[in-house]
Structure formats: structure tokens, C-alpha cells
């Protein structure tokens, strides 16, 4: 089993910066992918960002691209997401989520959830 427990949300003025971490408990999370969803009031929840057991490679949807950095320290077992000139629409609860394998952006594919951390984004 895998807990996960995400923080760092809060309000955050639209062009400035937060930083989401995900602490991991439990099973080692070293060779899992792990990725970023976020929803939003009314709306399902989506894809953000997604990464690799080592790092390597990521994954973004086109909306966050050149914006938001995933990024991960096994040895703290933590996932991080740096949230760079965030916009109004990025308002969300935010989850980070675990599988074994591949990264991908399929929501059902992950076997893991934190309780999410809410994102509010002031214009």
C-alpha cells in the first residue's frame, strides 16, 4: 500500500509561483510513475502532469505546458509540482496519484490517491 499526502496549495495571485509537494508513506514509491490531476468545481477531473519512476521523462497537457515543472526525489519520497505564472483557470483541488509502470495520462490506470490540495488562483 502507498498513502499519499499532497500540500502547498493555497491562494496564489495569477503570475506568481506555488509550489505542490506529495509525501509518500509506505511502500517505496522509487519505481512507481506518478502524476498530477487537478478538478475543478462542476468540471471531471483531468490530466496535469505525469512523471517517470527516475525522473527522466514527463508529461504535461498542452494547458500547463512550459508552466508547470513535476518533478521527484525518491530518496524523500516526495513528487513535487512548481506552478509557474499560474492563471485564474488553474483553480482546483489538486491530487497526485500513484501507479506501478509506465507514466501515462490515464486517470483509471492509477492505483494510489492523496485527498488532494485546493489551488486558488486570484486575478
Known amino acids: 500500500q502507498v498513502q499519499l499526502v499532497e500540500s502547498g496549495g493555497g491562494l496564489v495571485q495569477a503570475g506568481g509561483s506555488l509550489r505542490l509537494s506529495c509525501a509518500a508513506s509506505?511502500?517505496?514509491?522509487?519505481?512507481?510513475?506518478m502524476g498530477w490531476f487537478r478538478q475543478a468545481p462542476g468540471k471531471e477531473r483531468e490530466f496535469v502532469a505525469t512523471i517517470s519512476w527516475t525522473g527522466g521523462m514527463t508529461d504535461y497537457t498542452d494547458s500547463v505546458k512550459g508552466r508547470f515543472t513535476a518533478s521527484r526525489d525518491n530518496a524523500k519520497k516526495t513528487l513535487y509540482l512548481q506552478m509557474n505564472t499560474p492563471k485564474p483557470e488553474d483553480t482546483a483541488i489538486y491530487y497526485c496519484?500513484?501507479?506501478?509502470?509506465?507514466?501515462?495520462?490515464?486517470?483509471?490506470?492509477?492505483?494510489?490517491w492523496g485527498q488532494g490540495t485546493q489551488v486558488t488562483v486570484s486575478s
Open positions: 496519484a500513484a501507479k506501478a509502470g509506465v507514466p501515462t495520462a490515464t486517470i483509471s490506470a492509477y492505483n494510489y
Open positions: 509506505g511502500r517505496t514509491i522509487s519505481t512507481y510513475a
